[in-house]
């Protein structure tokens, strides 16, 4: 059974930073390319950053380039967000999921999600 489970959220004020982790099991990890989506109530979940399965390739949405950064530790099955520079529109549900097929950006493209974390930054 495929699990997947975040953790690290929690409240900051804007300018602050926080690490998501995100740890799976019950899959070949170091196969699964993995993603980052975030959610606000009533609002469709968001792209935030994607990871390839052997870490070589990253992509991020407009809106976190340059403040946020994904990785991995294949020998962990965690994946990471690192998030700097935290403003108010960062507040979220964080998630973070398993590619199966498709594009990256979107939500429909994967399978296995966790709980969510919860992040909420202060202005």
């Known amino acids: 059974q495929v699990q997947l489970v975040e953790s690290g959220g929690g409240m900051v004020q804007a300018g602050g930073s926080l690490r998501l982790s995100c740890a799976a099991s019950?899959?070949?990890?170091?196969?699964?390319?993995m993603g980052w989506f975030r959610q606000t109530p009533g609002k469709e979940r968001d792209f935030v950053a994607y990871?390839?399965?052997?870490?070589?390739?990253?992509y991020y949405a407009d809106s976190v380039k340059g403040r946020f950064t994904i990785s991995r530790d294949n020998g962990k099955n965690t994946v990471y967000l690192q998030m700097n520079s935290l403003k108010p529109e960062d507040t979220a549900v964080y998630y973070c999921?398993?590619?199966?097929?498709?594009?990256?950006?979107?939500?429909?493209?994967?399978?296995?999600w966790g709980q969510g974390t919860q992040v909420t930054v202060s202005s």
């Open positions: 999921a398993v590619l199966i097929a498709g594009s990256y950006r979107l939500g429909a493209s994967y399978k296995y």
């Open positions: 019950g899959l070949t990890f170091n196969l699964q390319h």
């Open positions: 990871i390839g399965a052997n870490a070589g390739i990253t």
